[in-house]
């Protein structure tokens, strides 16, 4: 029996009043269902000439602040949110036939904080992180190559590799979180938390 919440919604929407909470239940969900990156979303950002780009990244820790993913600072994600710090996320879950839109503005994490995570990851994703010069032009991927070799030579300690000033990590603060659900004859189900001045995230149903 297909059973519904106070809303007259399918039961996995339960019946929170914040939407970081049902975000923390439906992504444990995900990580249990989807056979691959679980936590891969689509983020679209725009430049000061508003024009939009979006691309896949990977959500690396979430709290009550918000959503945090890492990237290098002068890719051409990080030049548009310096312009423009307003931006979308969107996480597709096709095993659980669900989506979640999420829409806030950026702010960079404490230097602390990105240093911790950055620490954590494994040496040749840290040397990564020195010798790619994201989304520039790359004449050719041997010159890539002997960038890479370059630092593993200078960074030779694996214990000690220093973050660059040009990575760190971006805070998506939501004002407005939805959760979709595919529904029957494109019958969707579909709940929108909206977050006033206040502070306090009011929810609605909208039309699929």
Same mark, same amino acid.
């Given at each position: *029996?297909?059973q519904k919440n106070s809303l007259g919604l399918n039961s996995c929407f339960l019946d929170i009043n914040d939407?970081?909470? %049902?975000?923390?239940?439906? *992504? =444990? ?5 989807? !056979?691959?990156? !679980? @936590? ?11 024009? !939009?780009?979006?691309? *896949?990244?990977? %959500? ?24 423009? !710090?307003?931006?979308? *996320? ?15 503005? /950026? ?11 950055? +620490? ?11 010798? =790619? ?6 004449? @050719?991927? +041997? @010159? ?15 214990? +000690? ?9 971006? @805070? /998506?603060?939501? =004002? ?28 609605? %149903?909208?039309?699929?």
């Amino acid at each position: *029996m297909n059973q519904k919440n106070s809303l007259g919604l399918n039961s996995c929407f339960l019946d929170i009043n914040d939407p970081l909470d %049902l975000f923390k239940v439906w *992504m =444990s969900e995900a990580k249990i269902s989807e !056979p691959n990156d !679980p @936590n891969a979303l689509a983020l679209a950002t725009a430049d000061k000439n508003a024009i !939009p780009s979006v691309r *896949m990244v990977l %959500l690396k820790d979430f709290n009550k602040e918000g959503f945090i993913f890492y990237t290098n600072l002068e890719s051409q994600k990080g030049n548009e949110i310096n312009e423009n !710090p307003h931006a979308s *996320m969107c996480f597709h879950w096709k095993s659980l036939l669900r989506q979640i839109r999420i829409n806030g503005k /950026l702010s960079k994490v404490p230097d602390s904080v990105a240093d911790e995570y950055y +620490n954590s990851r494994a040496y040749d994703s840290r040397i990564g992180a020195w010798a =790619s010069k994201q989304s520039s032009i790359l004449k @050719n991927r +041997n @010159n890539l190559i002997s960038s890479i070799e370059e630092y593993k030579k200078k960074y030779a300690d694996k214990n +000690n590799v220093p973050r660059p000033k040009h990575w760190s990590g971006w @805070n /998506l603060s939501p =004002s407005s979180i939805e959760f979709w659900r595919d529904g029957d004859n494109r019958i969707h189900e579909r709940l929108k938390y909206i977050k006033d001045k206040k502070g306090n995230w009011n929810k609605s %149903l909208l039309s699929p």
